[in-house]
């Protein structure tokens, strides 16, 4: 079976700190694909990035960053110079490559981080 | 270009009744997923549908059953409604059959069911 922890409950930084995500899944599968959605109080999931198993490459995005550590099954997303647009919940996800009739497979979530960046 | 919509917006039943909640895809997609999102949790999947057919389910009871239309647009059906089924129901399309891009799920905003 597979499984999303998000042990940070809500974090609250100051604008401008640089603040870490932390992410940690659990997966017998050998080809996975690892999710962060951004959910502001609309309530809609915005999609910020995706990552293969394979492909264990760090990523940059302007302010957004992702360290995908396979030997440590961890998934982290750190925004640097955080702004208060970016106060919102953030889920960290996992899903098999594809469903078994190759369309996209189930989503597991986290419990989700809610930030909160105050002036 | 229409990103993937919902409908309605908010909705309050009575436990024991029905309710049934639409979702159209994003434009080009064929595959529609639905998801449960009780208050502070993440989304739970319920199941997904592509060619008219249900292709993946969750640990969902039979209460929960979903329809796929030639149009690709989906509805969610739950009966006999429970205190419990109160949250936001959030609906992702993805293109179906796209090869690497059938990991691609754009979700809506969500219909958030009250039961009381």
Redesign the interface.
């Given at each position: 079976a597979q499984k999303?922890t998000q042990a940070q409950t809500e974090i609250s930084v100051v604008e401008k700190e640089d603040v870490t995500l932390d992410c940690v899944y659990e997966t017998r599968d050998t080809t996975y694909?690892l999710f962060w959605?951004k959910q502001p109080p609309?309530?809609?999931?915005?999609?910020l990035i995706?990552r293969n198993s394979f492909d264990e490459q760090n990523e940059i995005s302007g302010r957004y960053s992702w360290n995908f550590q396979k030997s440590t099954s961890s998934f982290n997303f750190t925004i640097t110079a955080s702004q208060v647009v970016d106060s919102a919940v953030y889920?960290c996800?996992l899903?098999e490559?594809?469903?078994?009739?190759?369309?996209?497979?189930?989503?597991?979530?986290?419990?989700?981080t809610r930030l909160q960046v105050t002036l | 270009d229409a990103g993937v919509t919902q409908s309605p917006t908010h909705l309050i039943k009575t436990r024991g009744q029905q309710v049934t909640l639409r979702c159209s895809p994003k434009s080009g997609h064929d595959?529609v997923?639905w998801?449960q999102q009780a208050l502070?949790?993440?989304?739970?999947?319920i199941f997904?549908y592509?060619e008219e057919e249900e292709?993946?389910r969750?640990n969902f009871p039979d209460r929960f059953s979903g329809h796929q239309f030639p149009n690709y647009s989906s509805e969610l059906n739950v009966n006999a409604l429970l205190l419990g089924d109160s949250a936001?129901y959030?609906c992702?399309s993805?293109?179906?059959?796209a090869g690497v891009k059938?990991?691609?799920?754009?979700?809506?905003?969500?219909t958030?069911l009250t039961v009381t």
């Open positions: 999303v694909y959605y609309s309530g809609e999931l915005v999609f995706r889920f996800a899903s490559a594809v469903g078994s009739a190759g369309t996209a497979s189930k989503l597991t979530f986290g419990t989700g | 595959t997923s998801y502070g949790q993440g989304p739970q999947f997904q592509y292709r993946q969750g936001l959030l992702a993805s293109p179906g059959l059938a990991y691609e799920q754009y979700f809506g905003p969500g958030r």
